[in-house]
């Protein structure tokens, strides 16, 4: 168990409003990530921050920001959601220091843009 | 531009038996890879990786294959069990950028 949580886990919301989702964790990581997951796309990265206001984009980042102002979170905005952002979001944290620098990831949270 | 490729989207076999998904990749650059297993409405899970530097790693009924001269990369699970019912993305990943195929769908039948 990473000590990831992610909030809210459930969410609906119509086009052109501001969406904010959050991610936790308790052990002190230095990388976080955001994906979203789509039918046919697997996991597709969004930003990813490797340390307190140091975030940079992924493959799919237009429409989409983020911010880390402190280490145990790292926040995902939409700041005018459109249906195309339905989707799942996972957030991932990177143990580093080990054989293998796997990524571990939250339970998710599903947005539904009306 | 997918540069993962997973070509099957379902496996069904029975308990037991040997299962073998599949992935393909076409960046070179790819120095680590990963396989995830993901049951509905939860978080994927990591199961196995393996470096670029080398071409087989084990864990308990987990085993994963490299051929990098192929860009293949396979996962092995003997014996199967019902349990491993689930999908499974293969992911490769270089400089904090990780690419994700599609998943297999593995089905155990008891």
């Known amino acids: 168990d990473a000590g990831i949580t992610q909030s809210p886990r459930h969410k609906v919301t119509e086009t052109g409003t501001p969406v904010t989702l959050r991610c936790h964790q308790t052990?002190?990581?230095?990388?976080m990530y955001w994906y979203r997951q789509d039918p046919g796309h697997g996991l597709r990265l969004i930003h990813y921050?490797?340390?307190?206001?140091?975030?940079d984009k992924g493959e799919v980042s237009d429409g989409y920001s983020v911010s880390r102002s402190k280490t145990e979170d790292f926040l995902l905005t939409l700041e005018s959601a459109t249906s195309s952002q339905t989707s799942v979001y996972f957030c991932a944290i990177k143990e580093t220091g080990g054989t293998y620098n796997e990524q571990f990831f939250g339970p998710g949270t599903r947005l539904t843009v009306l | 531009d997918q540069q993962v490729k997973q070509n099957s989207p379902s496996l069904s076999v029975q308990e037991g038996r040997i299962s073998i998904l599949n992935c393909d990749y076409t960046n070179s650059m790819f120095d680590y890879f990963l396989w995830y297993k993901k049951y509905p409405a939860e978080g994927p899970t990591f199961l196995i990786s393996?470096?670029?530097?080398?071409d087989k790693n084990e864990d308990g009924r987990f085993t994963v294959f490299l051929n990098k001269s192929a860009k293949h990369l396979s996962l092995h699970i003997v014996p199967s069990q019902p349990g491993d019912s689930a999908v499974y993305f293969c992911?490769?990943?270089?400089?904090?950028?990780?690419?994700f195929g599609a998943g297999t769908r593995l089905t155990v039948k008891p």
């Open positions: 921050s490797y340390g307190v206001k140091d975030t």
């Open positions: 992911a490769a990943e270089r400089n904090n950028d990780m690419r």
């Open positions: 052990e002190n990581h230095r990388y």
């Open positions: 393996i470096s670029s530097i080398k």
